[in-house]
């Protein structure tokens, strides 16, 4: 059977998160609580979450998560690290044996900075200098596989459900202040562990649910642009053009999900001018990247959480808040769970992202 | 004089109901009706039919039908009849073979073989008649991206866009080739659909004032009818270097065909031939074509956005691209089964390529050099229906040019011989007995139903795959397999075969 | 009133407005029956003069002031108040035809009796409008542009 990068697979799914505004600490533990309870929206087959605030003690370094399926692979693709990155940490994630996951590859995590004066002959800036590693780990070095590359931040994933994959990995033992959490329900995979959700590039980590019908453009759209989708899923391409809008095109999140999510023309045409111009110009310029078809998606970052929502509401996201915090779920009661009496509930719309932004942002260093 | 070809058709009048009205008599300017000498009989002599059917149409008995005139030859699977035929015409001519209309030539149409998608269980189909379904299209140079004051107001400096209601578009067809009753009857249908027509290299007849908002003016090689007003009164320029059907052959309208409207709108004396050269004697290479863009540029102030359309030849994708570096904001390209008014049937039916294969191949060539969104790529060359229009899109296209259909709507019968100037139907001639046979005001509202209806089978369509808008469709090449094609094949058009 | 006005630029000279006439003017309405075996045959009440250059249809234009009503001996002719349609009463009429030699426009046809278009009294739209190919011709109100 084929796996995620030699042929496309759509999935169904439950996503979850929460985010502390005034970037106060939560423990996996409740994160793992509200995703568990979807148990049913997922199959087994993938599970995963993401962590920010997790590694203050590396905070100025990338902190690289990677799968090996062998020790060629772990060899070479250490090789290529270091000469790339000054290293300072190199060490086994830890994790816990859970009886429904096995199988699973050699799992490491990298501490380090830019390899500066490889970074100035190739150059690249910082962040694209990264993403170019990162993306030549995962296309040419067969058993190798970063799927976390960000700074102060981590993702967490496996083949399994959820809750077991948050044991597996011992996720009540960080503390984050934006948790995002993901159950896969693939409709055709083997279910490999770098399948899993969420996807991650730089501070960008990303949970999806739903299947995007716009795929193919949106994938050639971005594909111009130097990026290879190699795992051949929504989340992949979702992720690259959130990249590539806010890191490219410097453009705001909010801006950024008004292209992936724009309104639909009749509104537009209703529009005051200003506005009007704004939208138009926008699908003008971007109808690549519009996507379509039934998906929700957290999209997680140093700099906040934003929460969208495909344009015909196809699929369900749910948002509540209480107090300085913000959770959301495909399921209210998974909100509930954790939030039981929640200030504010609603139901996220199509043409309504929701952004929350972290209030005391982490300082970039460049 | 015989001339050793037996005719192609037989008319056959059934006498047991033809009630001797005349209607087809007086209909045929093949002449192959007429009446007995006491003027109560109708006759048939077949010889000049083309099975045009102006006459089978309009009979009100039902009481004629033409059939294929039956002469075999002795089997010869190479010495065709066919090519007989056309030797015995040229040694009785000694001149080149003319057709009309797009190659009969039964090659591959990769249309028929390439399959679209629809959802199920995963991804929920959208029902159009519940949901919007957008197929407006943005035609244009975009900029690389947008720059935003805060979410809500836009900074971008636009370069001009046209904004068209429907990917569809009437591809260039010149007053002169076609009646003005004809291109008018377009140029309604356009402005009541919210697209455009385009003049071909005929000018812009005055009657065609009100539609300027709609037209797409073309500048070819002879420059017939260009003119700073003309150019302004457009909603796009565009440059002609090629037609699909006739790649690297310049046009010929012959002097009876000008009239004194044609010759007024072409700027050329009445009577005379117009010649359009086969290159533009300004363009002899790509940084040629670059100042001409830049001289329209500057003669419409930069308020006209500039098309280039070209012919679907082996290079096309390389061309492609080196037009929209030379300032092209829209590049048309035309398949080599595109119509035309006429055409040397060698030239028709030999060369250039299929632009399913010209268009997949400048789609991915230009998203390797990642300008494609950039510039906006128009397909044309024969699209029969709403489902060859959805696929040309999700191969790549922005939008198609359609001709033939329009004019099938409008009464053509495919008989391609346009460039005799004997249409009957009133379309592809300058005569006014058989101009005055195509009314405006019956034939707008028929293309525009034509229309309509193909834009709601591309909603139902886009619906089916969960799409509700077409600019998601738009080189989504996943929404389409392949059936019965090579590897090759598939790869030229990026797509899977079937059952993968 | 409404009556049928054509477009002399439009025109085919198809004649089709004379086929469709007489079947809608026949006992059988059928196309072929009316046109090839009813006895008598049915009469046309509308006529197209020219050639392929230049056509027109011509009948009967329900005059203000028929000159067919004043003249006819009998008081068959008559134009309905209401209507406005000139109509030939055949119970009255004697087929003497002094109504044909008075119409300027020659709409008065023969047949046993004077025969002449009733724009298909009891249709939506006159037959020949209604199956006129190319719109040439039109059921309009015309006001006093008549």
């Known amino acids: 059977m084929l796996k995620e990068g030699q042929i496309r697979i759509p999935s169904g799914c439950a996503i979850a998160a929460i985010i502390d505004r005034k970037g106060g600490l939560i423990n996996g533990s409740e994160i793992i609580k509200s995703i568990s309870l979807m148990h049913d929206r997922s199959n087994g087959l993938g599970g995963g ?39 300072d940490v190199a060490e086994r994630i830890p994790t816990k044996k859970v009886a429904s996951i096995s199988n699973g590859p050699d799992i490491w995590r990298y501490f380090g900075r830019v390899n500066r004066v490889r970074m100035k002959n190739s150059r690249l800036d910082e962040g694209e200098y990264v993403v170019q590693c990162v993306t030549k780990i995962n296309a040419a070095y067969d058993g190798a596989y970063i799927f976390s590359s960000g700074k102060n931040m981590g993702c967490f994933k496996a083949v399994g459900y959820p809750e077991d994959v948050g044991e597996f990995y011992m996720l009540d033992q960080y503390n984050a202040y934006l948790w995002t959490a993901h159950g896969r329900f693939p409709t055709n995979t083997p279910g490999w562990w770098g399948g899993a959700h969420p996807f991650n590039i730089l501070d960008w980590s990303i949970v999806h649910n739903g299947e995007i019908s716009s795929y193919d453009a949106n994938r050639r759209y971005i594909e111009q642009f130097g990026y290879k989708c190699t795992m051949q899923t929504d989340t992949e391409v979702i992720t690259y053009l959130f990249d590539h809008l806010i890191r490219h095109h410097g453009l705001p999140a909010n801006v950024a999900a008004d292209v992936l999510t724009a309104p639909e023309w009749d509104e537009i045409d209703r529009m005051d001018k200003e506005k009007k111009e704004y939208f138009t110009n926008l699908r003008a310029i971007y109808s690549g990247a519009l996507v379509n078809g039934p998906f929700s998606v957290i999209l997680g970052s140093n700099k906040g959480l934003l929460a969208i929502n495909d344009r015909l509401k196809l699929r369900s996201l749910t948002a509540a808040t209480k107090g300085d915090r913000a959770y959301f779920a495909s399921e209210e009661s998974a909100i509930r769970i954790i939030c039981p009496d929640p200030e504010k509930v609603w139901s996220v719309s199509g043409a309504d992202p929701v952004f929350v932004p972290l209030e005391t942002p982490e300082k970039e260093d460049d | 004089m015989v001339n050793y070809i037996p005719r192609r058709f037989t008319v056959v009048r059934d006498r047991e109901l033809c009630i001797d009205c005349g209607c087809c008599v007086r209909q045929c300017s093949n002449e192959c009706h007429y009446f007995s000498d006491d003027g109560k009989t109708a006759l048939v002599k077949s010889d000049n039919c083309v099975a045009c059917h102006r006459c089978v149409d309009l009979c009100p008995t039902g009481a004629l039908r033409i059939e294929k005139y039956i002469c075999d030859y002795r089997d010869n699977a190479n010495w065709t009849p066919q090519y007989q035929q056309e030797i015995c015409r040229q040694a009785e001519t000694g001149g080149v073979l003319l057709s009309g209309m797009g190659t009969p030539k039964p090659y591959p149409i990769y249309w028929d073989k390439i399959l679209l998608n629809a959802s199920q269980v995963t991804n929920p189909s959208i029902d159009p008649l519940r949901e919007p379904m957008e197929i407006r299209t943005i035609l244009g140079r975009k900029p690389e991206k947008i720059t935003v004051e805060k979410k809500g107001k836009s900074t971008v400096e636009m370069p001009p866009q046209v904004i068209i209601e429907t990917p569809i578009m009437f591809s260039a067809m010149s007053f002169g080739s076609i009646s003005l009753n004809a291109q008018k009857s377009l140029a309604m249908a356009a402005k009541s659909l919210g697209t455009l027509f385009n003049t071909g290299e005929g000018g812009l007849h005055p009657d065609l004032a009100d539609y300027t908002d709609c037209a797409i003016v073309q500048v070819a090689s002879g420059r017939f009818g260009v003119h700073k007003d003309y150019l302004n009164n457009s909603r796009f320029v565009e440059i002609k270097i090629g037609q699909g059907a006739k790649p690297g052959i310049g046009g010929h309208l012959p002097g009876e065909k000008v009239n004194v409207e044609v010759s007024n709108a072409r700027m050329i004396p009445e009577g005379s031939d117009a010649i359009s050269p086969a290159p533009h004697h300004d363009i002899y290479s790509i940084e040629d074509l670059r100042q001409l863009i830049w001289s329209i540029k500057q003669a419409t102030d930069n308020k006209k956005p500039v098309s280039v359309k070209i012919a679907a030849v082996h290079n096309v994708a390389a061309i492609a691209s080196g037009c929209a570096r030379a300032g092209a904001d829209i590049i048309a390209i035309d398949g080599f089964r595109g119509g035309t008014g006429a055409a040397p049937t060698r030239i028709r039916d030999n060369v250039g390529i299929p632009i399913e294969l010209a268009l997949a191949a400048a789609d991915q060539r230009l998203r390797d050099e990642g300008i494609r969104s950039r510039i906006s790529l128009v397909a044309a060359g024969s699209f029969r229906c709403s489902a060859d229009i959805v696929k040309a899109i999700a191969l790549g296209a922005d939008a198609c040019y359609c001709a033939s259909a329009p004019l099938i709507a409008m009464g053509c019968h495919m008989c391609q011989t346009c460039n005799t100037g004997k249409c009957n139907w009133g379309i592809a001639t300058q005569r006014p007995e058989l101009t005055k046979r195509l009314n405006p005001d019956i034939m707008h509202e028929r293309v525009e139903n034509l229309i309509n209806a193909w834009n709601h089978e591309i909603k139902e369509i886009m619906g089916g795959m969960g799409i509700n808008s077409i600019d998601s469709l738009r080189g989504n090449r996943l929404m389409l397999r392949g059936l019965g094609l090579s590897e090759k094949e598939l790869e030229i058009l990026g797509i899977k075969h079937a059952g993968e | 009133m409404k009556i049928v006005y054509a477009k002399e630029e439009l025109c085919l000279n198809c004649r089709l407005c004379e086929v469709y006439c007489k079947t809608a003017h026949s006992k059988t309405k059928d196309v072929l029956k009316a046109n090839k075996y009813e006895n008598p045959a049915p009469v046309s009440r509308i006529t197209v003069y020219g050639d392929k250059m230049l056509s027109a249809a011509v009948n009967c234009r329900h005059c203000d002031n028929p000159k067919c009503v004043q003249a006819c001996i009998t008081g068959a002719m008559t134009k309905d108040r209401k209507t406005g ?16 030699a008075v119409c300027p426009f020659g709409c008065i046809k023969t047949g046993k009796f004077a025969v002449k278009c009733d724009l298909c009294q009891g249709e939506d739209e006159p037959a020949c409008v209604k199956n006129c190919p190319n719109r040439a011709l039109v059921y309009v109100d015309l006001g006093g542009a008549r």
């Open chain 1, 49 to 87: 979450f993401a962590a920010y605030g997790i590694y203050p003690e590396h905070k100025d370094e990338y902190a690289f998560h990677i799968f090996f399926e062998n020790k060629e692979a772990h060899q070479k693709c250490e090789e290529f690290l270091f000469k790339h990155f000054n290293i």
């Open chain 3, 85 to 100: 349609v000139v109509s030939v009463n055949e119970d009255k009429c004697i087929g003497c035809m002094t109504c044909l």
